[in-house]
């Protein structure tokens, strides 16, 4: 962790503070930027948590979203007026200011202090203080860390607990995935004693469905999924009629690309998602293989090992054509994590 007594004199007396996370928030942007705004709260602070595009209903229960600002260009000029006028501008679950759209050049030509919390690779150097570590679990698990550090353990409360609690959750896959490791398991033990209800966070996150969610999961799984057995992959590529037809909202595809993994035999699975700006992928892997370094190389992304995501401005049909380009280029890749399981 960078100089932590520079940070301590930041936060010393009351701050206009902004907080923002990165184009559609979830859990783990959610959870961070609410968990630390309250903490700041707590501490005397003014905060304001900006978001750069709206977020899934199933996490509007958590303590401070009433106040969410979200990004629109009705709302430009107030964004900008608070990012101008911040004293300190707290940037969390990013790294890289594109990953905020509009907001990223407002962030970057503020003069307030600039702090980065974030576990994802190849960060931009644009924060005065960062703490960065790509072997975390969740941005929520090192804002717990940085609370700690700031001797601050005692202002954690129930909601800011289970705000934390939240992104970690998720971002391990309900503790299921390889980055659930002994600190995650120490630091939910720490948020559940400090009031964090584990049962009623995952109630509300995984057991709030709409019919019509429901409903376009039968679709999607019957009607919409490809498995391409010999190659270890399957995917969803999901056209806007199709979203329309299940009155498909903001979240309604979480987790989706997931059910597409879980098939016995397969190595990788993708999601490809029709929107007005282009198509939006995500992938997930298992084992060593690269999600992060196709995203990066096919579809203009990043991210994690096993959980990437990218875009591009084609076709649906385009997209998943150089989709199976890319499955031939890392067909050995594939067949190999296979063989391990």
């Given at each position: 962790?960078e100089d932590?007594?520079l940070?301590?004199t930041?936060?010393n007396?009351?701050?206009?503070i902004?907080?923002?996370t990165?184009?559609?928030?979830d859990a783990?942007?959610?959870?961070s930027?609410?968990?630390?705004?309250?903490?700041?709260?707590?501490?005397?602070?003014?905060?304001q948590?900006i978001?750069?595009?709206e977020?899934?209903?199933f996490?509007?229960?958590?303590k401070g979203?009433?106040?969410v600002?979200i990004?629109s260009?009705?709302?430009?000029?107030?964004?900008?007026?608070?990012?101008?006028k911040?004293?300190?501008?707290?940037t969390?679950?990013?790294s890289?200011l594109s990953r905020?759209?509009?907001?990223g050049?407002?962030?970057r030509?503020a003069?307030?202090?600039?702090?980065n919390?974030?576990?994802h690779?190849?960060?931009?150097d644009f924060?005065?203080?960062?703490?960065?570590n790509?072997?975390?679990?969740?941005t929520?698990?090192l804002?717990?860390e940085?609370?700690i550090a700031?001797?601050?353990?005692n202002?954690i409360?129930?909601d800011i607990?289970e705000?934390?609690?939240?992104g970690i959750?998720?971002?391990?896959?309900?503790?299921?995935?390889?980055?659930t490791?002994?600190n995650?398991?120490?630091v939910?033990?720490?948020?559940?004693a400090?009031g964090?209800?584990?049962?009623?966070i995952?109630?509300n996150?995984?057991?709030?469905?709409?019919?019509d969610?429901l409903?376009f999961?039968?679709y999607?799984?019957?009607?919409n999924?490809?498995?391409?057995m010999?190659?270890r992959?399957?995917f969803f590529?999901?056209?806007?009629e199709?979203?329309?037809?299940?009155?498909?909202?903001t979240?309604?595809?979480?987790g989706?690309?997931?059910?597409?993994?879980?098939?016995?035999?397969i190595?990788?699975?993708a999601?490809f998602?029709?929107?007005?700006d282009?198509i939006?992928?995500?992938?997930r892997?298992?084992?060593?293989?690269?999600?992060?370094?196709?995203?990066?190389?096919?579809?203009n992304?990043g991210?994690?090992?096993n959980?990437?995501?990218?875009?591009?401005?084609?076709?649906l049909a385009?997209a998943?054509?150089?989709?199976k380009t890319?499955?031939?280029e890392y067909?050995?890749?594939?067949q190999?994590e296979?063989?391990?399981?």
């Amino acid at each position: 962790m960078e100089d932590i007594d520079l940070l301590k004199t930041q936060l010393n007396n009351p701050s206009k503070i902004v907080i923002t996370t990165h184009h559609k928030p979830d859990a783990d942007a959610l959870g961070s930027s609410l968990g630390m705004a309250n903490y700041l709260i707590k501490k005397g602070h003014r905060v304001q948590v900006i978001t750069p595009s709206e977020y899934p209903a199933f996490l509007h229960w958590m303590k401070g979203n009433d106040d969410v600002l979200i990004y629109s260009d009705e709302a430009h000029a107030k964004c900008e007026e608070l990012m101008e006028k911040a004293d300190i501008i707290m940037t969390l679950d990013f790294s890289v200011l594109s990953r905020i759209n509009v907001l990223g050049e407002m962030v970057r030509s503020a003069k307030g202090f600039k702090i980065n919390v974030d576990h994802h690779l190849d960060p931009e150097d644009f924060a005065d203080f960062r703490l960065w570590n790509t072997g975390a679990a969740a941005t929520c698990e090192l804002c717990y860390e940085l609370i700690i550090a700031l001797g601050d353990e005692n202002l954690i409360d129930k909601d800011i607990a289970e705000c934390l609690y939240a992104g970690i959750l998720t971002d391990t896959g309900g503790f299921r995935h390889p980055n659930t490791t002994q600190n995650v398991h120490e630091v939910v033990s720490k948020l559940i004693a400090h009031g964090a209800d584990n049962s009623r966070i995952s109630k509300n996150i995984y057991d709030k469905n709409s019919v019509d969610r429901l409903r376009f999961l039968g679709y999607a799984l019957n009607q919409n999924l490809e498995v391409l057995m010999d190659k270890r992959v399957a995917f969803f590529a999901l056209s806007q009629e199709e979203l329309r037809q299940y009155n498909s909202k903001t979240g309604d595809t979480e987790g989706l690309v997931n059910y597409a993994l879980s098939i016995e035999g397969i190595t990788l699975a993708a999601l490809f998602k029709e929107a007005d700006d282009g198509i939006k992928i995500s992938l997930r892997s298992i084992g060593e293989f690269p999600a992060n370094e196709m995203a990066g190389r096919f579809f203009n992304g990043g991210g994690h090992r096993n959980a990437a995501g990218g875009k591009v401005e084609t076709s649906l049909a385009e997209a998943v054509d150089l989709f199976k380009t890319a499955i031939e280029e890392y067909k050995e890749g594939l067949q190999e994590e296979y063989k391990k399981v």
